[in-house]
């Protein structure tokens, strides 16, 4: 009896709380808490959607009686440059756009790489500031995005971009998806870093699934590709959270990838939209979609077709768009009438294209000025 009230008296109590590192990403995660804990499930703020990989340092907090239910809350954020840091109260949203063009065995011809980051803050009333600049990467340049600055190969954000994607040609998207980086996201072929020091696993990552879904629109060897994107907010610069509704801060992302002939004329093309949108309360709690799926990934499921003049579902209308565009040079592509009075076009797109179109002229702007 001695013994076993000794030992019981001996007992180490576990922290309620301990920091540890991912040994084995996703959901549930094992995490090394001076030994490895595996089935370590996975909890993060409403609506916000992240699966931790190894080598993140994470917060895990125990739960149980006994604190015998670890539980991943959060993962030690990376540092930030003086340049990227956030003001208190702002939330960064990154969104990457990958297209890619394969020749007839599934291998990657050309890659074309772009992304939006824009800051969007709250305070405690529920107020909302959305962002005046809505360009991307590649849009605002070295003038704007002056990354070549401080690089240490002295190459800025697209010329770095560019360089991953050329490294990706002749690869299928099973070689793309099984690239190696490091902890952090960076290459781990000195090859690679060589040219591109930018974090890459999620350009990987958005090029691999953009092999997986890849469809043939009827471009042919030799034919160029580039990719355009278009963002706009319908919200305005300010919003404000009501007792009765909260402030919806949402954006509208249109990308379009085209591919051109010698010519200068439209072989191919595919368009594809996003409407990414945050809740904000009056408390200036935000509150996000676990998912963003776009209107191509949601197909039947986006719900046109019963309000559309032609009975068909979006997909359908940007289907059309993009067969109207097959044959047209830049100068016929800029005076396609954005209102759809377009006697040509009518029976095949009737939705808005106004932002689209701004998106294409981005397009051809990028591969004039390549």
Request: charged content about 30%.
């Amino acid at each position: 009896m001695w013994t076993a009230n000794r030992k019981r008296e001996g007992r180490t109590e576990e922290c309620a709380a301990d920091q540890g590192v991912v040994t084995l990403g996703g959901d549930p995660a094992a995490v090394y808490l001076g030994g490895e804990r595996r089935w370590v499930s996975l909890y993060t703020p409403g609506g916000y959607q992240w699966r931790p990989k190894a080598g993140d340092k994470v917060l895990v907090v125990k739960a149980g009686d006994h604190r015998e239910l670890p539980c991943l809350v959060g993962k030690r954020p990376d540092a930030l440059s003086e340049e990227d840091e956030l003001p208190p109260g702002s939330v960064r949203i990154h969104s990457g756009t990958g297209v890619v063009l394969l020749d007839e065995d599934g291998r990657i011809v050309q890659v074309s790489l772009d992304e939006l980051e824009s800051s969007i803050s709250a305070d405690a009333n529920g107020v909302v500031t959305m962002p005046t600049d809505y360009r991307t990467k590649r849009q605002k340049g070295e003038k704007d995005y002056p990354l070549g600055a401080v690089s240490s190969i002295e190459k800025g954000w697209a010329e770095q971009a560019d360089f991953f994607g050329e490294y990706l040609a002749g690869m299928t998207g099973e070689q793309v998806e099984k690239l190696e980086t490091d902890k952090d996201g960076y290459a781990s072929d000195p090859d690679l870093l060589s040219g591109c020091t930018i974090t890459v696993e999620g350009y990987r990552d958005a090029v691999a699934r953009a092999c997986e879904l890849a469809q043939p629109v009827g471009s042919a060897s030799g034919d160029t590709l580039t990719l355009g994107v278009e963002v706009s907010s319908p919200a305005g610069a300010e919003l404000k959270a009501t007792e009765d509704k909260d402030a919806a801060a949402k954006v509208d992302i249109n990308a379009v990838a085209i591919t051109m002939d010698k010519a200068g004329r439209v072989t191919g093309a595919i368009w594809d939209e996003a409407e990414p949108q945050l809740t904000v309360g009056t408390d200036g709690m935000v509150d996000a979609p676990d998912e963003v799926l776009s209107k191509l990934e949601l197909g039947d499921d986006y719900g046109m077709r019963d309000a559309s003049a032609l009975g068909k579902e979006w997909y359908e209308h940007s289907e059309g768009f993009c067969d109207y565009l097959k044959g047209k040079t830049a100068e016929q592509i800029e005076a396609i009438p954005t209102d759809g009075s377009a006697a040509d076009l009518k029976s095949l797109c009737t939705i808005g294209i106004e932002d689209v179109q701004k998106a294409l002229l981005k397009a051809l702007e990028s591969q004039a000025a390549a």
